[in-house]
């Protein structure tokens, strides 16, 4: 079982808006929303013909939600060379997609208030399943352009070896 320690002076849950991603041993620069890390596991009910009218319940299969990562549009190709592993435009016939390489375990490290590394979670097994490197343009907006990457994935966990840091006092 893990174990955890607990800062009791803590009373603040940790900010969403600290946080970077890392894929290929390095951060990827730039990325502003990560979509929620999700499981679902499916109930199967199941009943024998002796027992009363209600029904038993046990777990099922497991899946896992895929999630988006987004960023504001630049040179950097960290986005468009991966989703090119799926399916790359111009490939030939057979060598549309790299299968040897086409999935990235990826980490998503928080950070607090203060910049320390809080929580860090891996994710498994990812691969591009949307990409989207331009947005929507409208000339009567003032906004960012944004490129989105939709990763699939086969399950994620904490990794326990990041404990709460001592937190810096003033």
């Known amino acids: 079982m893990a ?5 009791a002076q803590r009373y603040d849950p940790y900010k969403n ?25 499916e109930v199967v009910k199941h009943r024998e013909g002796g027992d009363p009218s209600t029904s038993r319940k ?33 490939g030939g016939a057979g060598a549309e997609t790299s299968l040897a390489d086409f999935r990235k375990d990826i980490l998503l490290d ?35 352009a944004i490129a989105h990457l939709k990763l699939e994935n086969e399950g994620f966990e904490r990794d326990i070896s990041v404990v709460e840091p001592a937190e810096v006092t003033l």
């Open 110 to 144: 928080i950070f607090n208030e203060a910049g320390q590394l809080v929580l860090s979670y891996r994710i498994f097994r990812c691969w591009v399943s949307e990409y989207q490197p331009l947005p929507d343009f409208d000339a009567n907006t003032n906004a960012v």
């Open 58 to 90: 046990s777990p099922g299969r497991t899946e896992f939600e895929a999630i988006t990562l987004e960023r504001g549009v630049t040179h950097d190709l960290e986005f468009e060379n991966w989703a090119n592993k799926v399916w790359n435009f111009g």
């Open 17 to 41: 808006f600290k946080f970077r991603v890392k894929w290929d041993g390095r951060y990827v620069a730039g990325v502003s929303k990560v979509g929620a890390l999700k499981r679902t596991t």
């Open 3 to 7: 174990q955890f320690t607990v800062n």
